[in-house]
């Protein structure tokens, strides 16, 4: 599934057979190359445009044997230079909007603009295939077997067939597509089949609904308590304000200018905000925080930036200074970058208030740490936070306006935002001249490595290799220096190195005087390097599926093509769920796929502890989504009874 074609001079393959296998890896064949998975064969030519290559090969063969493998300009169709060998991967899949609803089995949904507060089904994000679990709100759970033609009084129609116990089949027509959302349950069990033309669902869905009345009730009570404590009203925007935000260095893209509105009215209003701002990895959620953590310092109120690694602090720490470098604030670092006399005087400055801004880790978060004027709290990345510090979050989030931002929203949240509970804004368009991230997932092979190293390596940039284990870190380090050029410069970084050393590194890399940085899984989030355009992930199947994603987004952030390999163990048979893990990293490279990934783990990890045990049963017998709408019923239904008071 994950191989990998290898093709040399002076090779014995049958053409015809090699056209085969090229259409096995998902290439296309055709009269002429022209993009990307294309490939012709005229006689004893064979041109090949491979997946992650900037243009095509063409192969000359002797009946049966490769004569010369060369590159090739197709505009000018001339021969641009000779190889001795090159690796084909398979063509990575991406979705093309279209939901019409074709006769094939994969029914694939469209990548609309994400409308919050208004209700959206789980099939915008994930797609439905032969074999699964489906829930029909009408007639409950059954099993998804495809589609089929059927006669209705507007002729032959599309229509989804579902199967329910005793074999009887429900024919869906393609217009209801609403009625039916894929099943998603707790990890690892099956639903029970519901019968037709009985009671049986009607009876559990109405068991649901009292339960997920308390709920209800139970969150709208939460939302009621934090509006009654109140905030503080920020003033309106200073002319300092619109200074700094003119030093941002790019054009500001409609949904982060939309967001930074949205933001400062929570801000200049008098209750205490409390946002979720989503966006993928790379598009602007820093500077929608940027611009907020500004406006909080120009009103005299301190703000604190909580981040969950040492080098992302370190970064957004130097991104703050190099950006108010010509204003009267005071910016601040607190992590294990700090010497212990450090964090005693940063402190000590933020209890008497001479810090306005503090960046730090779960640090921010220590008893000692006592804040002479929070005004604003920024958590990036919340879920990644444990369940300790979780808590002390919600101790500083009392009274304080909270912006949280994610590129994989915590499904549960992302539906309270749908219910009107949560605040969220979305930053759904991605950077001008952005380009989405080439992703191959292959088995270790180090002529794949050699080649990505080298590739990028010769056009001036830079590489990530990702190996999560410290203790044969350095030996790894130098099986890549073997592997890329010989003046290559190869450095490991890892978090149990000392402070200072750490730090040295990253800043070499972000400075280019590094060329591959073999690091552990420190990297994953936030780091922004704009020359590192291609990152290989070792034992890619030991990461969770956000994980990789966020490895992914460490590359192809600005207008250069970017390639990702997730490397597997070569003959080693993978866990189901890394499999699938794998699969829906690979499927979803497309630009702003942060959402689906969110619902793809979801579903491959289950529903699990998202509103409580006690609601587990209810979950498991409805699925998630229907539990979900239920409960946004539920809301609005006790909002105009006033029962939030």
Known sequence: ?????????????????????????????????????????????????????????????????????????????????????VIILPKHKAYHSRIVVS??????????????????????????????????????????????????????????????????????????????????GLKGRPPKINRLGTKEWQKIKNRAQKAIAMVAVGLLRQQAQRLALGGFAFSKDTQWQADFENTFPYHETPDQKKAVLEVKKDMESPGAMDRLLCGDVGYGKTEVAMRAVFKAVMDNKQAAILVPTTILAEQHYQNFRRRLKDFPVAVEMLSRFRSDSQQKEIIEGIKKGSVDIIIGTHRLLSDDIVFKNLGLLIIDEEQRFGVRNKEKIKSLKTDVDVLTLTATPIPRTLYMGLMGLRDISAINTPPQNRMPVATYVAEYDEEIISYALKRELERGGQVFFVHNRVHDIDEVCERVRSLADSKARVVSAHGQMPEHELEEVMVRFLDKEIDCLVSTAIIESGIDVPGANTIIVNNAHTFGLSDLHQLRGRVGRFDRKAYSYFLIPKNEPLNPQARKRLE???????????????????????????????????????????????????VDFLKTKGVNN
């Open 584 to 634: 829906a990293v690979k499927e979803y490279s497309q630009l702003g796929s942060g959402f689906r990934i969110a619902m793809e783990d979801l579903e491959i990890r289950g529903a699990g502890n998202l509103l409580g045990t006690q609601q587990h049963g209810h979950i498991q017998a409805v699925g998630f989504d229907l539990y979900c709408r239920l409960l946004k019923e539920a």
């Open 1 to 85: 599934m994950f191989k990998s074609l290898k093709l040399y001079v002076g090779q014995q393959i049958d053409p015809k057979q090699l056209a085969s296998d090229l259409a096995g890896f998902g290439y296309s064949r055709q009269e002429q190359v022209a993009e990307e998975g294309d490939f012709s064969l005229r006689g004893e030519v064979m041109d090949i445009y491979p997946a992650s290559f900037e243009c095509p090969i063409r192969l000359v063969f002797d009946f049966n044997k490769i004569e010369s493998v060369s590159s090739i300009d197709i505009a000018a169709n001339r021969i641009l230079g000779p190889h001795n060998a």
């Open 103 to 184: 006769n094939r089995f994969d029914l694939k949904s469209t990548t609309p603009a994400i409308k919050f507060n208004q209700e959206i089904p789980l099939e915008l994000f994930i797609e439905l295939k032969k074999g699964d679990y489906v829930v029909h709100v009408q007639h409950g759970i059954g099993r998804y077997l495809g589609l089929e033609k059927i006669k209705t009084a507007r002729g032959l129609q599309d229509a989804f067939v579902i199967e329910y116990a005793n074999k009887e089949k429900l024919f869906v027509p393609a217009s209801n597509i609403h009625f039916i959302q894929k099943f998603i």
